[in-house]
């Protein structure tokens, strides 16, 4: 494939403000639905189908832990052109230790459990 067309593409998954949002949360750390939708503000199902089109352009990967499902960016690369594009950096907020953001209002497991995270 053309590397202009398949950067265009990658443009186009990125051209929505949710999607955007998704990405720069999952720059942090790996999320699940539900945690997304809460810090998003966005009815589950509509989070969802985002992060539907983010995995099947393959920006983002899937993970299961038990009966919980945790999205991940797919490598180094997206963390990057996902930070230049939502921070103007280059990727090195990836390099930090993960930060979940423990929200009240989640059931996440990662917000309820003592797990250290911060408020």
Do not use: W
Not at 40 to 49: E, F, G, R
Not at 107 to 115: I, L, N, T, V
């Amino acid at each position: 494939m053309d590397p202009y067309r398949t950067q265009a593409n990658l443009l186009k998954l990125m051209a929505h403000p949710t999607r955007l949002q998704i990405l720069e949360a999952l720059l942090h750390d790996s999320e699940c639905v539900c945690h997304l939708s809460a810090l998003l503000h966005k009815p589950q199902p509509y989070v969802s189908q985002q992060l539907a089109v983010l995995r099947n352009g393959g920006m983002i990967v899937d993970e299961k832990d038990g009966t919980n499902v945790f999205y991940r960016l797919v490598d180094g690369r997206m963390a990057a052109v996902t930070a230049a594009i939502v921070t103007g950096d280059e990727g090195e907020m990836r390099t930090t230790a993960p930060q979940h953001m423990r929200l009240r209002d989640c059931p996440c497991p990662k917000c309820r459990a003592g797990d250290g995270c911060g408020d």
